[in-house]
């Protein structure tokens, strides 16, 4: 018996419908508040890393960026490629695996966004590692961590198989919480910190995993290569 790869885990358990139009298709509050920042960067190319339906890709999308996106779960960047189209856009979004997205040359991004990711990878470090290889130097990195303040820790915490202080195997996907944004920060030893923030914000359901309406407590760290 062959063992899927976690991204097909993680298409199966999130992914399951196939019309993108019953998602929350909201981009994430951070990413909204994060644009003047990019833009004053002078940033033009981003890779939407781990980009789900395409929600965040599809906004920076329409405040003219140009968009990069990359998924393990190959229903999810159909669901991407289905969100452009219905908005007049064409995308070719990658099927990869995030440590090790091939396609994207070194050196030739000017920033990856990264939401609701790294806290479903058990050493996040690898996968940063390959960010760092992406971006141009001077690069920006903008990511989120689940913390144990977030509304899915009790619920999970009592429902999961426990892997060690925090993390949680869930229906066959891991999940880590932090609980202090100096461990957070402290994977990010290749970039230059530039801010750590402690962010609440409210997810309403979403089909086929979440079926309830959850607030998410995160870490967001903004980074540069």
């Given at each position: 018996m062959t063992k899927d790869r976690p991204g097909a885990v993680w298409g199966k358990k999130h992914y399951n419908i196939q019309d993108v139009s019953q998602y929350h298709l909201?981009?994430?509050?951070?990413?909204?508040?994060?644009?003047?920042?990019?833009?004053?960067?002078?940033?033009?190319?981003?890779?939407?890393?781990?980009?789900?339906?395409?929600?965040?890709?599809?906004?920076?999308?329409?405040?003219?960026?140009?968009?990069?996106?990359?998924?393990?779960?190959?229903?999810?960047?159909?669901?991407?490629?289905?969100?452009?189209?219905?908005n007049g856009f064409e995308l070719s979004p990658i099927n990869s695996e995030l440590q090790n997205i091939s396609?994207?040359?070194?050196?030739?991004?000017?920033?990856?966004?990264?939401?609701?990711?790294?806290?479903?990878?058990?050493d996040p470090e690898i996968v940063l590692k390959e960010f760092y290889r992406i971006?141009?130097?001077?690069?920006?990195?903008?990511?989120?961590?689940?913390?144990?303040?977030?509304?899915?820790?009790?619920?999970i915490?009592?429902?999961?198989?426990?892997l060690g202080k925090n993390v949680f195997l869930e229906e066959g996907t891991n999940v880590k919480y932090f609980e202090d944004s100096e461990d957070v920060g402290a994977l990010f030893h290749r970039f230059k910190v530039l801010s750590a923030q402690d962010i609440a914000f409210e997810e309403p359901p979403h089909p086929g995993s979440r079926p309830y309406k959850h607030e998410h407590?995160?870490?967001?760290?903004?980074?540069?290569k």
């Open positions: 909201e981009p994430a509050p951070f990413i909204v508040d994060a644009v003047p920042f990019l833009k004053e960067n002078n940033v033009k190319t981003i890779l939407d890393a781990g980009c789900g339906q395409g929600r965040n890709s599809l906004y920076l999308k329409k405040q003219n960026f140009e968009i990069i996106s990359a998924d393990a779960s190959k229903e999810a960047c159909e669901l991407t490629k289905q969100l452009f189209q219905k396609e994207v040359h070194s050196n030739s991004v000017d920033a990856v966004v990264c939401v609701t990711v790294l806290t479903h990878i058990l971006l141009k130097p001077g690069g920006l990195i903008i990511a989120d961590l689940a913390n144990t303040k977030d509304s899915t820790y009790p619920i915490s009592k429902s999961g198989t426990p407590s995160s870490f967001v760290i903004t980074a540069q």
